[in-house]
């Protein structure tokens, strides 16, 4: 055995060392071999943060806007109602853009989240998004004019509220971002100490009695 051993060294020595180096399949994957798969996923990585200019999305549909913002390689896209009655934009076909928060024209990189402010295709768009309502140092909001699912959101979860049809006709009140609060109690300012709330409301389009 030590003779055998004598003569491969023997044989290394004479054809060269480097012929005798493991290939890179027996090294078990050294840089070389990892190098042109980590230069790309690399290079991707810097492509994907690469800036990217943002076109003008105000005034397309909500849905078209977010399928031309994917084609530019935007993918973190959001969406919220403008008129801050917090509703869903449940079929985005239905809604058009009015706002967006990357000004038109502004290079960013395209991992950026996209948002689109928007109201319904019959609905006018206001001049600036409307915020929803909060809390704002333990005190009670203002809610009037504000849609019941804003301000119930606005209210700790465990609030105990109560809403009524401010008209005569005793409607039941089913979707609440399209009632609008009339009056509340406890009045804007009071202090919150987890005591009950209630609103009455009227539809949107509606007057309060």
């Given at each position: ?15 060269g ?96 989240t ?15 998004d ?43 009140i ?36």
């Amino acid at each position: 055995m030590r003779t055998r051993i004598i003569s491969a060294a023997l044989l290394c020595a004479t054809v060269g060392l480097t012929a005798c180096q493991p290939t890179d399949g027996q090294s078990g994957g050294g840089n070389s071999a990892t190098a042109p798969g980590g230069s790309a996923t690399q290079g991707g990585k810097s492509a994907s943060a690469a800036p990217k200019a943002v076109r003008n999305f105000v005034g397309m549909g909500l849905q078209s806007a977010q399928d031309a913002a994917q084609a530019d390689g935007f993918y973190s896209l959001k969406s919220h109602d403008a008129l801050g009655r917090d509703r869903m934009q449940a079929l985005d076909r239905n809604w058009k853009v009015c706002s967006q928060n990357v000004a038109a024209g502004r290079s960013v990189p395209t991992r950026t989240t996209l948002d689109f402010g928007a109201v319904k295709l019959a609905e006018s768009c206001p001049r600036t998004d409307q915020k929803e309502p909060t809390v704002q140092g333990g005190r009670m909001p203002d809610f009037k004019g504000k849609s019941v699912k804003a301000a119930r959101a606005a209210l700790d979860s465990g609030t105990s509220l109560t809403v009524k049809d401010a008209s005569a006709d005793g409607r039941w009140i089913l979707v609440e971002s399209n009632w609008k609060v009339c009056t509340q109690t406890p009045a804007a300012g009071s202090a919150l100490r987890g005591q009950p709330v209630a609103f009455t409301a009227v539809k949107f389009g509606e007057s309060c009695p």
